[in-house]
């Protein structure tokens, strides 16, 4: 395999940034091997208990560090991926390009884009629909702006993905006047992964993608579903935000409106404690009272505790309800895919899956489990923009 770390091709390296609201993930890809050189964390920046995680290989290192913000935390990890000892390139320049992951691009970013003045300033004005999420992501790319002057930086959107969907799949059952003074509608979440993932289908099926019907299971600690028709996202389950759709590890997925009001009203909670009950308290944990870790619920489950069962089971339910859904979507599905942390380990999701979707889905239909890679993705992207392979259209 191409030693990316010797010999003269070395400007060949991409650097992906997923700022997150404390921590940032990191990795550097080759782009000859499309493999990571080297990857990891800074975690609780901003804080004195700052740390950041750097993986080489099978080697790990963790190193305290004051990062107070996000210009310091990338300078660090800079400095690491160049340290004589540790380190996988011998000069800044050998990093060609950066990837950022920017959660929201509104209606307005349908692809991937290198970003300029006027693309920053539409990151940051997404920070409205996305509150907890863009503002970390403006601040890693004007952090990274400045420590790599020279070179393009690029912002990838986990909305961008499903802005093929159409007006029908879009639209809330709101007055449209909403639509059109607040942007209220369904934008879908984590399309990079459900494109990855379908991309990565059509390759194991040994068809093209724009001849498949696919519906894609991302279950991690956020979990959303899409209808991938001919290659286009054509619905999804996370709405106008990243709380709609399955149950998750603290998130409560569908619920009806009306229990907002009235819970608000009976326990007399302010808004703040409602959409903390509903992001942080609900989901698996909420059901299970104990956990919002599928590997926690299993054993528990196992142990004949009724509430971790039955967690699992509400999970697996909405799971399925949405693959039903979607079959009628698309008139058919092709496969199925299940994806992160609990799609691509919980073997039991597949055979329930099988068993339960036997009579729906014909003998042809498969479901495959399929390591999701947001980063490579990103790499891959970053590059094709920088080449221009693909254009920097909106
Ligand atoms: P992610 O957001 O993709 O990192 O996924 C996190 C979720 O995946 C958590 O609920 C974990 O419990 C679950 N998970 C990760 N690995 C496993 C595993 N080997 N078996 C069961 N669940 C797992």
Redesign the pocket.
């Known amino acids: 395999m191409y030693d990316c770390s010797k010999g003269q091709l070395l400007k060949m390296n991409i650097l992906v940034i997923n700022c997150g609201s404390s921590s940032i993930k990191y990795q550097l890809f080759c782009m000859e091997t499309k493999q990571a050189l080297a990857n990891g964390t800074a975690e609780r920046i901003g804080s004195r208990e700052a740390f950041i995680v750097y993986k080489k290989g099978n080697r790990s290192y963790k190193l305290e560090s004051e990062l107070t913000d996000y210009f310091l935390a990338i300078e660090k990890i800079s400095e690491l991926l160049l340290n004589p000892e540790s380190g996988v390139i011998k000069h800044k320049d050998e990093i060609v390009a950066v990837g950022h992951r920017v959660v929201h691009g509104g209606e307005e970013f349908k692809n991937s884009v290198v970003i300029d003045k006027y693309v920053l300033k539409r990151i940051k004005f997404y920070s409205k629909l996305a509150p907890l999420h863009n503002p970390p992501a403006y601040n890693g790319i004007k952090a990274a702006m400045r420590i790599f002057p020279k070179i393009k930086q690029v912002a990838v959107f986990d909305t961008a993905f499903h802005q093929t969907m159409p007006q029908e799949a879009f639209v809330y059952g709101l007055p449209f006047d909403l639509y059109k003074k607040y942007s209220i509608r369904r934008y879908g979440f984590h399309g990079t992964s459900h494109r990855y993932v379908s991309d990565e289908a059509a390759k194991i099926l040994k068809k093209p993608l724009d001849s498949l019907k696919l519906i894609t299971c991302?279950?991690?600690?956020?979990c959303s579903i899409s209808a991938v028709k001919y290659g286009s996202s054509v619905d999804t389950s996370m709405g106008f935000t990243p709380l709609e759709g399955l149950i998750m590890?603290t998130r409560c997925g569908d619920i009806d409106p009306a229990l907002i009001g009235y819970l608000m009203r009976e326990e007399k909670m302010t808004i703040h404690q409602m959409e903390e009950l509903l992001n942080r308290k609900s989901g698996?944990l909420g059901i299970s009272g104990k956990s919002?870790?599928?590997?926690?619920?299993?054993v528990l489950a196992q142990k004949g505790n009724k509430r971790a069962a039955l967690a699992i089971d509400v999970f697996i339910y909405r799971v399925k309800k949405y693959i039903g859904a979607y079959i009628a979507v698309m008139n058919g599905v092709d496969a199925i895919v299940l994806t992160?942390?609990?799609?691509?380990?919980?073997l039991m999701i597949k055979e329930r899956l099988e068993q339960e979707l036997n009579n729906v889905l014909s003998h042809k239909t498969k479901i495959l489990l399929i390591h999701?890679d947001e980063e490579k993705l990103i790499a891959l992207d970053t590059f094709d923009l920088i080449n221009g392979v693909i254009s920097s259209s909106k």
């Open positions: 991302h279950l991690g600690n956020g590890g698996l919002n870790d599928m590997r926690d619920l299993l992160a942390g609990i799609g691509e380990n919980v999701t």
